[in-house]
Protein backbone atom coordinates (compact mmCIF):
# COMPACT_ATOMS: atom_id res chain seq x y z
CA UNK A 1 0.00 0.00 0.00
CA UNK A 2 1.40 3.51 -1.49
CA UNK A 3 2.46 5.77 2.26
CA UNK A 4 2.51 2.45 4.54
CA UNK A 5 5.65 1.70 6.55
CA UNK A 6 6.39 -2.28 7.20
CA UNK A 7 9.36 -3.07 9.15
CA UNK A 8 11.69 -5.75 7.44
CA UNK A 9 10.88 -8.39 10.01
CA UNK A 10 7.08 -7.99 9.83
CA UNK A 11 7.61 -7.87 5.88
CA UNK A 12 9.61 -11.42 6.66
CA UNK A 13 7.25 -12.94 8.73
CA UNK A 14 4.05 -12.35 6.52
CA UNK A 15 6.49 -14.27 3.95
CA UNK A 16 6.89 -16.90 6.00
CA UNK A 17 3.09 -17.18 6.05
CA UNK A 18 3.20 -17.08 2.86
CA UNK A 19 5.26 -19.60 1.89
CA UNK A 20 3.33 -21.98 4.30
CA UNK A 21 0.42 -21.29 2.59
CA UNK A 22 2.20 -22.21 -0.63
CA UNK A 23 3.27 -18.90 -2.44
CA UNK A 24 6.48 -18.92 -3.00
CA UNK A 25 8.86 -16.35 -1.68
CA UNK A 26 11.50 -14.40 -4.63
CA UNK A 27 14.82 -15.58 -4.49
CA UNK A 28 16.51 -12.08 -3.62
CA UNK A 29 14.79 -12.08 0.02
CA UNK A 30 15.98 -16.17 0.31
CA UNK A 31 19.61 -15.10 0.62
CA UNK A 32 21.18 -16.96 3.57
CA UNK A 33 22.62 -14.53 6.15
CA UNK A 34 24.78 -16.94 7.05
CA UNK A 35 25.50 -20.80 6.52
CA UNK A 36 23.67 -23.19 8.98
CA UNK A 37 23.96 -26.66 10.86
CA UNK A 38 21.10 -28.27 9.37
CA UNK A 39 19.99 -32.27 10.07
CA UNK A 40 17.24 -33.45 7.46
CA UNK A 41 15.30 -36.78 8.66
CA UNK A 42 14.90 -39.30 6.25
CA UNK A 43 15.80 -39.53 2.43
CA UNK A 44 12.69 -40.05 1.14
CA UNK A 45 12.00 -37.29 -2.18
CA UNK A 46 11.06 -34.52 0.28
CA UNK A 47 13.99 -35.07 2.51
CA UNK A 48 16.07 -35.17 -0.58
CA UNK A 49 14.40 -31.92 -1.72
CA UNK A 50 14.96 -30.24 0.90
CA UNK A 51 18.68 -30.86 1.52
CA UNK A 52 19.10 -30.16 -2.28
CA UNK A 53 17.73 -27.34 -2.16
CA UNK A 54 19.15 -25.90 1.50
CA UNK A 55 22.48 -26.88 0.06
CA UNK A 56 22.01 -24.65 -2.85
CA UNK A 57 21.46 -21.70 -0.42
CA UNK A 58 24.93 -22.30 1.23
CA UNK A 59 24.09 -24.67 4.43
CA UNK A 60 25.90 -27.19 5.65
CA UNK A 61 23.12 -30.24 5.52
CA UNK A 62 23.36 -34.01 6.88
CA UNK A 63 20.57 -36.52 6.23
CA UNK A 64 19.72 -39.33 8.11
CA UNK A 65 18.06 -41.94 6.63
CA UNK A 66 17.21 -45.41 8.33
CA UNK A 67 16.99 -47.50 5.38
CA UNK A 68 20.02 -48.99 3.81
CA UNK A 69 19.05 -47.14 0.69
CA UNK A 70 17.83 -44.06 -0.20
CA UNK A 71 14.08 -42.97 -2.33
CA UNK A 72 11.80 -44.14 0.70
CA UNK A 73 8.14 -44.50 -0.74
CA UNK A 74 9.58 -44.27 -4.38
CA UNK A 75 10.74 -47.66 -4.69
CA UNK A 76 11.92 -49.20 -8.34
CA UNK A 77 12.24 -52.85 -7.82
CA UNK A 78 14.21 -54.99 -10.19
CA UNK A 79 15.36 -57.93 -8.55
CA UNK A 80 13.70 -60.95 -8.93
CA UNK A 81 12.26 -59.57 -12.68
CA UNK A 82 13.53 -61.37 -16.11
CA UNK A 83 14.58 -59.68 -18.72
CA UNK A 84 15.23 -56.76 -17.25
CA UNK A 85 11.77 -55.34 -16.23
CA UNK A 86 11.48 -53.61 -13.23
CA UNK A 87 7.78 -52.13 -11.32
CA UNK A 88 7.13 -49.00 -8.90
CA UNK A 89 7.07 -50.42 -5.51
CA UNK A 90 5.89 -47.37 -3.99
CA UNK A 91 5.15 -43.55 -6.05
CA UNK A 92 4.02 -44.62 -9.46
CA UNK A 93 2.41 -41.97 -11.66
CA UNK A 94 3.36 -38.11 -12.85
CA UNK A 95 0.34 -36.29 -13.89
CA UNK A 96 0.69 -33.49 -16.72
CA UNK A 97 3.23 -30.53 -16.48
CA UNK A 98 0.22 -28.33 -15.44
CA UNK A 99 -0.40 -30.07 -12.52
CA UNK A 100 2.67 -31.80 -11.52
CA UNK A 101 4.98 -28.85 -11.88
CA UNK A 102 7.79 -29.84 -9.96
CA UNK A 103 8.20 -32.79 -10.38
CA UNK A 104 8.44 -32.07 -14.17
CA UNK A 105 11.19 -29.53 -13.19
CA UNK A 106 13.13 -32.40 -11.05
CA UNK A 107 12.96 -34.90 -13.75
CA UNK A 108 14.47 -32.18 -16.55
CA UNK A 109 16.88 -30.80 -14.45
CA UNK A 110 18.46 -34.16 -13.39
CA UNK A 111 18.32 -35.34 -17.17
CA UNK A 112 16.18 -38.07 -17.03
CA UNK A 113 12.85 -38.99 -19.24
CA UNK A 114 9.23 -39.63 -19.08
CA UNK A 115 7.46 -42.07 -20.21
CA UNK A 116 3.81 -42.18 -21.18
CA UNK A 117 1.96 -44.77 -19.59
CA UNK A 118 -0.23 -46.40 -21.94
CA UNK A 119 0.00 -46.45 -25.38
CA UNK A 120 -4.04 -45.93 -25.85
CA UNK A 121 -5.29 -44.53 -22.56
CA UNK A 122 -8.52 -45.64 -23.08
CA UNK A 123 -8.02 -49.32 -24.00
CA UNK A 124 -8.72 -50.76 -20.57
CA UNK A 125 -11.21 -52.91 -19.60
CA UNK A 126 -13.93 -52.98 -16.61
CA UNK A 127 -14.41 -56.12 -14.93
CA UNK A 128 -17.66 -55.82 -12.97
CA UNK A 129 -20.24 -58.40 -11.83
CA UNK A 130 -18.08 -61.28 -13.76
CA UNK A 131 -18.66 -59.46 -16.54
CA UNK A 132 -15.95 -58.10 -18.82
CA UNK A 133 -16.55 -54.84 -21.39
CA UNK A 134 -14.64 -52.29 -22.54
CA UNK A 135 -13.25 -49.39 -20.18
CA UNK A 136 -15.98 -46.70 -21.30
CA UNK A 137 -19.07 -45.52 -20.11
CA UNK A 138 -20.46 -46.52 -23.04
CA UNK A 139 -19.89 -49.85 -22.47
CA UNK A 140 -20.60 -49.88 -18.48
CA UNK A 141 -24.01 -48.46 -19.64
CA UNK A 142 -24.54 -51.35 -21.94
CA UNK A 143 -23.80 -53.75 -19.20
CA UNK A 144 -25.54 -52.28 -16.76
CA UNK A 145 -27.78 -49.64 -17.39
CA UNK A 146 -27.40 -45.79 -18.32
CA UNK A 147 -28.23 -45.34 -14.59
CA UNK A 148 -25.21 -46.74 -13.01
CA UNK A 149 -23.20 -44.25 -15.04
CA UNK A 150 -25.40 -41.31 -14.32
CA UNK A 151 -25.21 -41.83 -11.07
CA UNK A 152 -21.63 -42.32 -10.46
CA UNK A 153 -21.61 -38.92 -12.81
CA UNK A 154 -23.72 -37.67 -9.84
CA UNK A 155 -21.34 -38.33 -7.45
CA UNK A 156 -18.24 -36.52 -8.93
CA UNK A 157 -20.69 -33.36 -10.12
CA UNK A 158 -22.05 -32.91 -6.42
CA UNK A 159 -18.60 -33.76 -5.01
CA UNK A 160 -17.10 -31.01 -7.43
CA UNK A 161 -19.89 -28.06 -6.59
CA UNK A 162 -19.13 -28.47 -3.34
CA UNK A 163 -15.59 -28.26 -3.41
CA UNK A 164 -15.67 -25.31 -5.56
CA UNK A 165 -18.19 -23.43 -3.01
CA UNK A 166 -15.56 -23.97 -0.43
CA UNK A 167 -12.20 -23.98 -1.69
CA UNK A 168 -12.18 -20.81 -3.11
CA UNK A 169 -12.25 -18.90 -0.36
CA UNK A 170 -9.34 -17.25 0.67
CA UNK A 171 -10.24 -18.41 4.17
CA UNK A 172 -11.37 -21.97 2.72
CA UNK A 173 -9.25 -23.86 6.09
CA UNK A 174 -12.12 -22.05 8.06
CA UNK A 175 -15.47 -22.36 5.24
CA UNK A 176 -14.52 -26.02 4.71
CA UNK A 177 -13.91 -26.90 8.43
CA UNK A 178 -17.32 -28.46 9.05
CA UNK A 179 -16.93 -31.04 6.94
CA UNK A 180 -14.12 -32.20 8.68
CA UNK A 181 -16.19 -34.02 11.09
CA UNK A 182 -18.34 -36.16 8.54
CA UNK A 183 -16.78 -39.28 6.79
CA UNK A 184 -16.97 -39.75 2.81
CA UNK A 185 -19.27 -42.23 4.27
CA UNK A 186 -21.75 -40.51 6.01
CA UNK A 187 -21.79 -37.87 2.88
CA UNK A 188 -23.14 -40.79 0.19
CA UNK A 189 -25.49 -41.90 3.03
CA UNK A 190 -27.26 -38.45 1.91
CA UNK A 191 -26.78 -39.02 -1.87
CA UNK A 192 -28.47 -42.43 -1.69
CA UNK A 193 -27.16 -43.48 -4.97
CA UNK A 194 -27.74 -46.87 -6.98
CA UNK A 195 -26.72 -49.52 -5.07
CA UNK A 196 -23.55 -50.49 -7.89
CA UNK A 197 -22.80 -47.08 -8.90
CA UNK A 198 -22.23 -46.69 -4.91
CA UNK A 199 -20.33 -49.44 -4.62
CA UNK A 200 -17.56 -48.49 -8.01
CA UNK A 201 -17.50 -45.27 -6.51
CA UNK A 202 -16.71 -46.47 -2.87
CA UNK A 203 -14.20 -49.04 -4.81
CA UNK A 204 -12.25 -45.98 -6.57
CA UNK A 205 -12.20 -43.95 -3.16
CA UNK A 206 -10.90 -47.30 -1.70
CA UNK A 207 -8.09 -47.70 -4.24
CA UNK A 208 -6.68 -43.69 -4.60
CA UNK A 209 -7.26 -43.19 -0.67
CA UNK A 210 -8.97 -46.01 1.82
CA UNK A 211 -12.37 -46.99 3.26
CA UNK A 212 -14.69 -44.12 2.65
CA UNK A 213 -15.79 -44.33 6.43
CA UNK A 214 -12.01 -43.68 7.32
CA UNK A 215 -11.80 -40.40 5.01
CA UNK A 216 -12.59 -37.26 6.32
CA UNK A 217 -14.86 -35.20 3.55
CA UNK A 218 -13.68 -31.83 3.79
CA UNK A 219 -10.41 -33.88 2.96
CA UNK A 220 -11.78 -35.02 -0.12
CA UNK A 221 -13.20 -31.60 -1.03
CA UNK A 222 -9.53 -30.53 -0.85
CA UNK A 223 -8.54 -33.38 -3.46
CA UNK A 224 -11.23 -32.27 -6.11
CA UNK A 225 -10.66 -28.68 -5.99
CA UNK A 226 -6.79 -29.25 -6.50
CA UNK A 227 -8.02 -31.40 -9.49
CA UNK A 228 -11.07 -28.74 -10.26
CA UNK A 229 -10.82 -28.89 -14.10
CA UNK A 230 -8.21 -30.92 -14.49
CA UNK A 231 -8.90 -33.68 -17.57
CA UNK A 232 -8.64 -37.23 -16.81
CA UNK A 233 -5.98 -37.65 -19.41
CA UNK A 234 -4.06 -35.18 -17.73
CA UNK A 235 -3.73 -37.74 -15.05
CA UNK A 236 -1.37 -40.13 -14.35
CA UNK A 237 0.20 -39.67 -17.78
CA UNK A 238 4.13 -40.78 -16.92
CA UNK A 239 6.43 -42.64 -15.17
CA UNK A 240 10.33 -41.87 -15.25
CA UNK A 241 12.05 -43.72 -17.84
CA UNK A 242 14.10 -46.63 -16.58
CA UNK A 243 12.72 -46.31 -13.19
CA UNK A 244 11.12 -43.65 -10.85
CA UNK A 245 13.74 -44.50 -8.23
CA UNK A 246 16.13 -42.89 -10.57
CA UNK A 247 15.24 -39.38 -9.22
CA UNK A 248 16.24 -39.89 -6.01
CA UNK A 249 19.51 -41.62 -6.59
CA UNK A 250 20.09 -38.75 -8.95
CA UNK A 251 19.49 -36.04 -6.15
CA UNK A 252 21.47 -37.88 -3.33
CA UNK A 253 24.64 -38.10 -6.03
CA UNK A 254 24.24 -34.42 -5.03
CA UNK A 255 24.56 -34.79 -1.71
CA UNK A 256 27.44 -37.29 -1.48
CA UNK A 257 28.40 -38.40 1.89
CA UNK A 258 26.16 -36.02 3.40
CA UNK A 259 23.97 -38.88 3.76
CA UNK A 260 24.12 -41.65 6.68
CA UNK A 261 22.56 -44.25 5.79
CA UNK A 262 20.86 -47.11 8.25
CA UNK A 263 21.17 -44.27 10.62
CA UNK A 264 17.56 -44.57 12.52
CA UNK A 265 16.78 -41.81 14.85
CA UNK A 266 16.26 -42.19 18.63
CA UNK A 267 15.56 -38.74 19.89
CA UNK A 268 15.68 -35.28 19.01
CA UNK A 269 16.12 -32.48 21.76
CA UNK A 270 15.84 -29.20 21.09
CA UNK A 271 16.82 -26.32 23.21
CA UNK A 272 17.29 -22.07 22.55
CA UNK A 273 21.20 -22.57 21.53
CA UNK A 274 19.84 -25.30 18.58
CA UNK A 275 18.78 -29.02 18.00
CA UNK A 276 20.86 -32.40 19.35
CA UNK A 277 19.78 -35.55 17.11
CA UNK A 278 20.41 -38.70 18.31
CA UNK A 279 20.49 -42.02 16.08
CA UNK A 280 21.86 -45.09 16.55
CA UNK A 281 25.28 -44.47 15.28
CA UNK A 282 25.71 -41.49 17.64
CA UNK A 283 24.82 -37.87 17.84
CA UNK A 284 24.55 -35.03 15.89
CA UNK A 285 23.75 -31.22 16.62
CA UNK A 286 22.18 -28.85 14.09
CA UNK A 287 20.72 -25.20 14.01
CA UNK A 288 17.44 -26.55 12.26
CA UNK A 289 16.16 -30.01 12.08
CA UNK A 290 14.04 -30.95 9.01
CA UNK A 291 11.30 -34.36 9.88
CA UNK A 292 11.14 -35.65 6.49
CA UNK A 293 9.20 -39.19 7.35
CA UNK A 294 5.77 -40.57 7.36
CA UNK A 295 4.33 -39.83 10.79
CA UNK A 296 4.04 -43.81 12.16
CA UNK A 297 7.84 -44.32 12.42
CA UNK A 298 8.29 -40.72 14.53
CA UNK A 299 6.17 -42.82 17.32
CA UNK A 300 9.08 -44.80 18.42
CA UNK A 301 11.27 -41.02 18.75
CA UNK A 302 11.10 -39.39 22.26
CA UNK A 303 11.03 -35.43 21.43
CA UNK A 304 12.50 -33.08 24.36
CA UNK A 305 10.67 -30.89 24.84
CA UNK A 306 7.64 -32.63 24.01
CA UNK A 307 5.73 -31.18 20.50
CA UNK A 308 2.91 -29.27 20.38
CA UNK A 309 -0.40 -31.62 21.34
CA UNK A 310 -1.92 -30.89 17.94
CA UNK A 311 1.48 -32.38 16.42
CA UNK A 312 1.91 -35.58 19.22
CA UNK A 313 -1.75 -35.97 18.14
CA UNK A 314 -0.96 -36.04 14.33
CA UNK A 315 1.88 -38.21 14.76
CA UNK A 316 0.04 -40.86 16.92
CA UNK A 317 -3.10 -40.85 14.97
CA UNK A 318 -2.80 -39.36 11.02
CA UNK A 319 -4.90 -41.85 9.00
CA UNK A 320 -2.53 -43.65 6.24
CA UNK A 321 -3.41 -46.12 3.25
CA UNK A 322 -3.33 -49.84 3.82
CA UNK A 323 -2.12 -50.30 0.04
CA UNK A 324 -0.85 -53.87 -1.02
CA UNK A 325 1.27 -54.09 -4.38
CA UNK A 326 1.35 -57.51 -5.86
CA UNK A 327 3.80 -57.44 -8.96
CA UNK A 328 3.31 -60.50 -11.01
CA UNK A 329 5.35 -61.07 -13.92
CA UNK A 330 4.19 -62.89 -17.31
CA UNK A 331 5.97 -64.74 -19.98
CA UNK A 332 3.08 -63.31 -21.93
CA UNK A 333 1.26 -59.98 -22.06
CA UNK A 334 -2.12 -61.81 -21.82
CA UNK A 335 -4.03 -59.21 -21.23
CA UNK A 336 -3.04 -57.74 -24.58
CA UNK A 337 -2.52 -60.35 -27.06
CA UNK A 338 -5.48 -62.37 -25.47
CA UNK A 339 -7.89 -59.66 -24.24
CA UNK A 340 -7.29 -56.59 -25.94
CA UNK A 341 -6.15 -54.45 -23.15
CA UNK A 342 -3.14 -51.98 -21.94
CA UNK A 343 -3.44 -53.95 -18.69
CA UNK A 344 -5.72 -51.23 -17.06
CA UNK A 345 -8.71 -53.16 -15.25
CA UNK A 346 -10.94 -51.55 -12.82
CA UNK A 347 -13.20 -54.23 -10.91
CA UNK A 348 -15.19 -54.39 -8.74
CA UNK A 349 -12.90 -57.56 -6.99
CA UNK A 350 -10.67 -56.94 -4.15
CA UNK A 351 -7.75 -56.05 -5.87
CA UNK A 352 -9.75 -53.27 -6.89
CA UNK A 353 -7.42 -52.19 -10.07
CA UNK A 354 -4.50 -53.17 -11.98
CA UNK A 355 -1.98 -51.61 -14.52
CA UNK A 356 0.73 -52.91 -16.72
CA UNK A 357 3.94 -51.82 -14.68
CA UNK A 358 5.69 -52.64 -18.16
CA UNK A 359 3.99 -50.56 -20.61
CA UNK A 360 7.07 -48.73 -22.11
CA UNK A 361 9.36 -51.89 -21.18
CA UNK A 362 10.53 -53.95 -23.90
CA UNK A 363 10.37 -57.55 -24.26
CA UNK A 364 7.76 -60.20 -24.81
CA UNK A 365 6.91 -60.49 -21.00
CA UNK A 366 5.38 -57.81 -18.40
CA UNK A 367 4.25 -57.35 -15.43
CA UNK A 368 0.65 -56.70 -14.24
CA UNK A 369 0.75 -54.94 -10.28
CA UNK A 370 -2.69 -55.12 -8.77
CA UNK A 371 -3.14 -52.41 -5.90
CA UNK A 372 -5.24 -53.92 -2.56
CA UNK A 373 -6.37 -51.34 -0.04
CA UNK A 374 -8.69 -50.47 2.12
CA UNK A 375 -10.72 -53.61 4.27
CA UNK A 376 -9.06 -55.50 1.17
CA UNK A 377 -5.64 -54.93 1.84
CA UNK A 378 -5.85 -54.79 5.60
CA UNK A 379 -6.79 -58.39 4.74
CA UNK A 380 -4.00 -59.52 3.12
CA UNK A 381 -1.59 -58.46 6.07
CA UNK A 382 -1.78 -61.50 8.27
CA UNK A 383 -0.74 -63.85 5.03
CA UNK A 384 2.57 -64.70 3.65
CA UNK A 385 3.83 -63.18 0.65
CA UNK A 386 2.98 -66.45 -1.46
CA UNK A 387 -0.16 -66.28 -0.26
CA UNK A 388 -0.95 -62.70 -1.59
CA UNK A 389 0.46 -63.81 -5.05
CA UNK A 390 -2.13 -66.44 -4.93
CA UNK A 391 -4.68 -64.66 -3.31
CA UNK A 392 -4.11 -61.81 -6.58
CA UNK A 393 -3.34 -64.74 -8.96
CA UNK A 394 -6.79 -66.25 -8.29
CA UNK A 395 -8.47 -63.05 -9.22
CA UNK A 396 -6.60 -62.16 -12.40
CA UNK A 397 -7.20 -66.11 -13.60
CA UNK A 398 -11.50 -65.17 -13.46
CA UNK A 399 -10.36 -61.88 -15.16
CA UNK A 400 -8.09 -62.99 -17.30
CA UNK A 401 -8.38 -66.83 -18.20
CA UNK A 402 -5.33 -68.70 -18.45
CA UNK A 403 -3.26 -66.43 -17.18
CA UNK A 404 -1.82 -68.22 -14.32
CA UNK A 405 0.39 -70.87 -16.91
CA UNK A 406 2.18 -67.99 -17.86
CA UNK A 407 3.45 -66.64 -14.65
CA UNK A 408 7.72 -65.85 -14.39
CA UNK A 409 7.98 -64.31 -11.12
CA UNK A 410 6.31 -61.98 -8.96
CA UNK A 411 6.77 -59.52 -6.00
CA UNK A 412 4.57 -57.69 -3.17
CA UNK A 413 5.25 -54.32 -1.81
CA UNK A 414 3.40 -54.04 1.77
CA UNK A 415 3.90 -50.75 2.91
CA UNK A 416 1.70 -51.12 6.04
CA UNK A 417 3.97 -53.36 7.66
CA UNK A 418 7.53 -51.68 6.19
CA UNK A 419 9.12 -50.05 9.20
CA UNK A 420 9.75 -47.09 8.35
CA UNK A 421 6.50 -46.18 6.88
CA UNK A 422 3.64 -47.64 8.39
CA UNK A 423 1.21 -47.22 5.87
CA UNK A 424 1.33 -46.00 1.64
CA UNK A 425 0.39 -42.76 2.15
CA UNK A 426 -1.45 -40.25 3.93
CA UNK A 427 -5.36 -39.85 4.09
CA UNK A 428 -7.12 -37.05 6.82
CA UNK A 429 -9.89 -39.22 8.75
CA UNK A 430 -12.63 -37.33 10.29
CA UNK A 431 -11.58 -34.58 12.59
CA UNK A 432 -8.15 -34.47 10.93
CA UNK A 433 -7.65 -32.42 8.38
CA UNK A 434 -8.26 -29.11 9.57
CA UNK A 435 -6.55 -29.40 12.78
CA UNK A 436 -3.68 -31.48 11.51
CA UNK A 437 -3.01 -30.39 8.55
CA UNK A 438 -2.08 -26.83 9.09
CA UNK A 439 0.26 -27.51 11.94
CA UNK A 440 2.17 -30.02 10.62
CA UNK A 441 3.30 -27.17 7.69
CA UNK A 442 4.06 -24.73 10.54
CA UNK A 443 7.48 -24.35 12.14
CA UNK A 444 7.79 -25.46 15.73
CA UNK A 445 10.74 -24.13 17.77
CA UNK A 446 13.72 -25.38 15.35
CA UNK A 447 12.42 -27.92 13.71
CA UNK A 448 10.53 -28.24 10.49
CA UNK A 449 8.31 -30.93 9.36
CA UNK A 450 8.05 -32.13 5.36
CA UNK A 451 6.20 -34.94 3.42
CA UNK A 452 3.51 -35.48 1.05
CA UNK A 453 1.15 -35.57 4.00
CA UNK A 454 2.17 -31.56 4.25
CA UNK A 455 1.49 -30.49 1.07
CA UNK A 456 -2.00 -29.82 -0.70
CA UNK A 457 -0.70 -32.62 -3.24
CA UNK A 458 -1.36 -35.60 -0.15
CA UNK A 459 -0.61 -39.25 -1.46
CA UNK A 460 1.86 -37.65 -4.43
CA UNK A 461 5.35 -37.35 -5.47
CA UNK A 462 4.70 -33.82 -6.42
CA UNK A 463 3.62 -33.27 -2.42
CA UNK A 464 6.80 -34.50 -1.25
CA UNK A 465 9.08 -32.20 -3.30
CA UNK A 466 6.90 -29.28 -2.77
CA UNK A 467 7.05 -29.82 0.71
CA UNK A 468 10.78 -30.22 0.65
CA UNK A 469 10.84 -27.09 -1.05
CA UNK A 470 8.51 -25.44 1.02
CA UNK A 471 10.81 -26.03 4.30
CA UNK A 472 13.87 -25.22 2.49
CA UNK A 473 12.14 -21.65 1.89
CA UNK A 474 10.57 -21.96 5.73
CA UNK A 475 14.52 -21.88 7.13
CA UNK A 476 16.01 -19.27 5.23
CA UNK A 477 12.86 -16.96 6.24
CA UNK A 478 13.42 -17.69 9.51
CA UNK A 479 17.14 -17.07 9.30
CA UNK A 480 16.83 -13.73 7.89
CA UNK A 481 13.86 -13.08 10.33
CA UNK A 482 16.10 -13.62 12.93
CA UNK A 483 19.12 -11.27 11.67
Not at 139 to 151: H, I, K, R, T, Y
Not at 239 to 265: F, M
Not at 337 to 353: E, K, N, V
Not at 392 to 408: N, T
Request: with cysteine.
Amino acid sequence: MVGSKVSRKAFLQLLMASVAAGVVAPASVLAAPSPKQIVVIGAGLAGLVAAYELKKQGHQVTVLEARDRVGGRVYTLREGFANGQYAEAGGEYIDSFNVHRQMHRYVQTFGLRLAPVHSEPTDGIYFVRQKRCDFSDAALAASFGQGVVDEVDRFWITLELLARDAFRKPDWLTAAAPWDQQSVAQWMDTLALEPLARELTEQYLRGEMDEPDQLSMMFLMEQAALYDKVPDQRLEMYRIQGGNGQLPAAIARTLGDAIWLSCPVKAIEQSDQGVQVIHDRGSVRADYVVIATPLPPLRQVRFSPELPEVVGDAIAHLNYGSHVKVMIQFDERIWRTRYQSTGLTITDLPIGFATDATARQSGQSGILTAYISGQYGEALLPLSNEARIQNVLDQYEAIYPGCRSHVKAAQTAVWPQERYAGGSYSNYGPGQFSRYWPALRQPHGRLFFAGEHTDNFVGYMEGAVRSGQRVAQQIQLQEAVAA
